[in-house]
């Protein structure tokens, strides 16, 4: 005879914090992330302040109109992450997958992006590389972090989409809080790139 034992609070919130396992782990995780990107941009800061001249996003020929769309790109598939969240708690399942899908394009319209500019840099002559400059250094490590992060989004969206997406027949309501959680982690690249595109870009 076999005993199988469900893991608590996998659906309903812990009555100690009020969120749900996924959550409250998504939220832990952020934090952790926060204090990652919060070092990167500190030394950012550190580095620049110190440096006697510090050139801005333009002057080293970074792609001022391919970053813009990028940024236009990543806030739409937050608003779709975030529609499709509602739709599938509306029981509208069709329409909750198509966004879905929708906002994994998205991510792949940015990585596509992303890899045209980092293909003009290597191939410029001079080529532009981390080992070039202080900025560069910061650039690929910040933005290739980022575009690491994009691509587990993309991953998981893919998952949810795909063979997570059997969750939804048997525990609809946990199938939602995982679209959910993974929205927030979203939401989170893409507040990154918010701070990233102004910082490495334009200033």
Do not use: Q
């Not at 992006?113 to 590389?129: C, G, R, S």
């Not at 199938?175 to 979203?186: A, F, M």
């Amino acid at each position: 005879m076999t005993v199988e034992l469900e893991i608590p609070y996998n659906v309903h919130a812990r009555p100690e914090t009020g969120l749900y396992n996924a959550k409250l782990g998504v939220w832990l995780f952020l934090a952790s992330e926060v204090m990652l990107f919060g070092a990167l941009f500190s030394s950012l800061i550190l580095i620049r302040t110190s440096a006697e001249h510090w050139p801005r996003g333009w002057e080293e020929g970074l792609n001022i109109p391919l970053a813009t769309l990028n940024t236009f790109i990543l806030i739409a598939s937050s608003v779709t992450v975030v529609l499709a969240w509602a739709n599938f708690r509306l029981g509208n399942v069709k329409r909750g997958r198509l966004l879905l899908l929708a906002t994994l394009a998205c991510g792949f319209g940015f990585m596509i992006i992303k890899t045209i500019e980092y293909y003009a840099k290597f191939t410029a002559v001079p080529p532009h590389l981390p080992s070039t400059s202080n900025f560069f250094a910061l650039y690929f490590t910040m933005t290739g972090l980022h575009g690491l992060h994009v691509l587990g989004g993309m991953i998981l969206f893919a998952y949810l989409s795909g063979p997570g997406f059997k969750m939804w027949e048997k525990e609809p309501e946990r199938y939602v809080n995982r679209i959910e959680v993974v929205g927030l982690y979203w939401h989170f690249v893409d507040l990154v790139w918010i701070f990233l595109f102004p910082t490495l870009y334009l200033l």
